[in-house]
């Protein structure tokens, strides 16, 4: 598989109308897996986008969001993404801390219930 | 009539506050074809759809229901004279209760309806909606009725600011503070009379849920939608359906409830937690009803097989994320047409001229 170039904003979520603004989520390392339920109902485009038919909300999610969004839906851990991330694009050491933002802005979305942050993350 | 089923159709306005008569048509033109035959109830000769090609096959200007129920079924019966109807679909809140008063006249000349009964109406009414929200088991924010401009600073105390300002019909304003109270008030009432309705305004997001009743407890059909764009009065210019099973469920139980029979609009809000309130209940269709026709659900189509034959078809559950954005364009007539709205109260069966046509009337 060729290796792909992310933008520069390496992993981002944008809502295409009426943003939420709260931000109450504290990312605490444990393990464990997503509670995938409500991503199960979200319907992914090829492309990145994303719709989510319970509340007629609708997403964009670029090339290492899309990654991300599909292993979470195949209930796949975050380290998993963070292994596909950096053997599948040229992410720079930083990308963690992009995955664990793109995992929060899930939630704050209301898509995720809780975060599976990465094991062994610093 | 070549066969053809004649059915009345009214709120035939789509303007700033655009009216649900042209989406019914709509879904009635999709699914029956030219079999079925529009006749257009207008208010005004410069109602929009008068003037849109392909909507109505008749068009007949009809009194206010202000005029009373004597006056509204003469002119009935006047339009049924010249083009036998079988069936009426009022769209306007305020028809309503004129129009099932008159329902049995009506019913003994064959033209034949699907309305809620009076108690009905009288129980989803906004003064009777904390009532109701109760016996269902869906919360409603907290609403007192106001006759004068007196009561607006107690109920600015009792509410806190922001509160909700609703007209009795139809119509909502947000009072931000004491020092517009007044003028809402003013502006409300003007339109449409007293009381007036103070809602505690709760924040979240409104969902709405379009519903046929069967008189039986029983919904043969809803989808529910959220808005995506609103208009400066708050109307829908877009929204999406959506697939959200609890939307439905507490539709079902007003429906349930009130017995309802015919169309309606169950106006919900969900906080973030994901509580559920219920805020309004329309007692027809909403002007976005096309959207639940193009998302599957041709719910005008079954109002009418409720009002000809007594049943409607079961409906499978709508498509989730199909949208509608209004669009607005210009419908033209000639001085011909306004004439004989005007004059005799009644367009001529057939479609708008072409604008060649019109700029060569005026050629020298």
Not at chain 1, 87 to 114: G, I, M, R, W
Request: with cysteine.
């Amino acid at each position: 598989m060729s290796r792909r170039t992310p933008t520069e904003d390496t992993v981002v979520v944008s809502s295409s109308c009426y943003p939420r603004l709260e931000w109450g989520f504290k990312a605490e390392p444990k393990t464990g897996t997503m509670d995938t339920l409500r991503l199960d109902m979200l319907a992914v485009s090829e492309t990145g986008f994303v719709f989510d038919p319970r509340t007629g909300h609708s997403y964009t999610v670029n090339a290492t969001g899309l990654t991300v969004l599909n292993d979470l839906k195949r209930g796949e851990p975050l380290s998993t993404s963070l292994r596909r991330l950096q053997s599948e694009f040229d992410c720079p050491q930083t990308v963690t801390e992009d995955l664990l933002a793109f995992v929060e802005a899930l939630h704050n979305y209301d898509l995720v219930d809780k975060t599976n942050p990465i094991e062994g993350a610093t | 009539m070549n066969g053809q089923t004649a059915i009345a159709v009214t709120g035939i306005n789509l303007g700033e506050n655009p009216q649900p008569g042209p989406g019914v048509v709509r879904s009635l033109r999709e699914a029956l074809g030219t079999s079925v035959r529009i006749v257009g109830l207008a208010y005004d000769a410069m109602d929009s759809s008068l003037y849109a090609p392909d909507l109505l096959d008749d068009a007949f200007l009809v009194p206010f229901p202000s005029a009373g129920p004597t006056a509204y079924l003469q002119r009935l019966l006047e339009i049924h004279a010249q083009v036998p109807l079988d069936a009426i679909i009022p769209c306007l809140d305020v028809e309503l209760p004129v129009l099932v008063e008159i329902s049995d006249a009506l019913q003994s000349v064959g033209i034949r309806s699907c309305l809620p009964r009076r108690e009905q109406l009288l129980d989803r009414s906004k003064a009777r909606l904390t009532e109701l929200a109760k016996r269902v088991g869906i919360d409603t924010p907290e609403t007192h009725p106001i006759l004068d401009d007196g009561s607006l600073a107690a109920m600015g105390d009792r509410l806190g600011y922001p509160y909700v300002l609703k007209g009795p019909y139809c119509d909502a304003e947000i009072v931000r503070g004491p020092g517009e109270a007044a003028s809402i008030f003013a502006r409300l009432a003007t339109r449409w009379g007293l009381p007036l309705l103070a809602q505690r305004y709760v924040v979240g997001e409104e969902y709405d849920v379009v519903c046929l009743g069967d008189g039986e407890g029983g919904m043969p059909g809803a989808v529910a939608m959220r808005k995506t764009m609103l208009t400066r009065l708050g109307k829908a210019w877009g929204a999406v359906t959506i697939d959200d099973p609890e939307l439905i469920a507490a539709a079902r139980r007003v429906i349930l409830s009130l017995r309802w029979r015919g169309g309606c609009e169950v106006e919900l809000l969900r906080e973030r937690g994901g509580h559920i309130h219920l805020i309004e209940i329309n007692p027809r269709f909403p002007a976005w009803v096309y959207l639940a026709t193009a998302a599957g659900v041709n719910l005008p189509l079954g109002l009418l097989r409720l009002a000809l034959e007594g049943r409607a078809p079961s409906f499978t559950p709508a498509r989730p994320g199909v949208f509608y954005v209004r669009h607005a364009t210009e419908t033209t007539g000639t001085l011909a047409d306004v004439d004989a709205l005007v004059t005799r109260g009644m367009r001529p069966s057939a479609p708008p001229p072409p604008i060649a046509n019109i700029t060569s009337q005026y050629t020298p």
